[in-house]
């Protein structure tokens, strides 16, 4: 992957983002013109799809509700098939930061890795998380440095550059529900070059997270036998 005919897209998933969509894409538009972008419209029941519609943004409008995951394996698929280099997760909630993105091409591109990480946690600058989920994020923290050898910082970061070896893979089986960590270790796994950078991430400005405080102990049961199960499996 080198030079400017690098083809690089931004996947957008999105849930009931009325409050945040049209802003993020914006902002994408001002601060990563280089890239290309889809938002994956998680049948939301909100006004995302016809925000999108009006403004004339590229849009996909999955017919059911797949969950994050769901929604993320429709982006990559997409990237996939229509021949794109690079593919970037930003969320659509607007705690992602659109500057990053060019910085993260180069650092992947020219470090020839498979996939970038964009840390909150390298440098501490911006919003931290809450008490609670910094806490879990250092568990699968450890946990994966256990499994894999690697340390990763942010395990739970969405914010994830891809090239095309893991987008074809995350276009045919990707995590279903909190996929974040258990993505990564699949890279890892597969002795894939993986890497973080530091960025700065914003808190959510509107809308609410998907997952609640009681969800809390559902996930990181969850994500751990997933982690687990993904350590042992065969390829």
Same mark, same amino acid.
């Given at each position: 992957m ?21 802003? %993020? ?10 890239? +290309?972008?889809?938002?994956?419209? +998680? ?16 849009? @996909?409008? #999955? ?22 280099d ?14 990053? #993105? ?9 470090h ?29 923290? @450890? ?5 894999t ?18 987008? !074809?893979?995350?276009?045919? !089986?990707?995590?279903? !529900? ?9 890279? #890892?796994?597969?002795?894939?070059? @993986? ?10 400005s ?17 994500? %751990?036998?997933a ?9």
């Open positions: 080198k030079g400017v005919n690098v083809k690089k897209i931004i996947i957008i998933p999105a849930y009931n983002e009325e409050e945040n969509i049209e802003k %993020t894409v914006r902002s994408i538009q001002k601060e990563a013109q280089a890239f +290309d972008y889809v938002i994956i419209n +998680d049948c939301s029941i909100d006004r995302t799809r016809e925000i999108c519609e009006r403004e004339g943004f590229n849009i @996909v409008n #999955l017919p059911i509700n797949l969950g994050i995951g769901g929604a993320v394996q429709t982006g990559y698929r997409y990237a996939y098939e229509q021949g794109y690079v593919a970037v997760q930003v969320d659509g909630d607007g705690q992602h930061n659109p500057e990053f #993105l060019n910085i993260m091409a180069e650092y992947l591109m020219g020839e890795l498979d996939m970038v990480i964009g840390s909150r946690f390298i440098e501490k600058k911006g919003f931290q998380s809450s008490r609670s989920r910094r806490v879990g994020i250092k568990f699968f923290s @450890v946990l994966i440095k256990i499994l050898g690697k340390r990763i910082t942010d395990p739970t970061s969405g914010l994830r550059m891809v090239g095309r070896r893991v987008m !074809d893979i995350f276009a045919k !089986d990707y995590p279903r !529900d909190y996929p974040e960590p258990e993505s990564v270790v699949a890279v #890892l796994r597969r002795n894939l070059k @993986v890497e973080e950078i530091p960025v700065v991430m914003s808190e959510r509107g809308g609410v997270s998907s997952i609640s405080l009681g969800k809390s102990v559902y996930y990181m049961v969850k994500v %751990t036998f982690i687990l199960i993904e350590r042992i499996r065969k390829y």
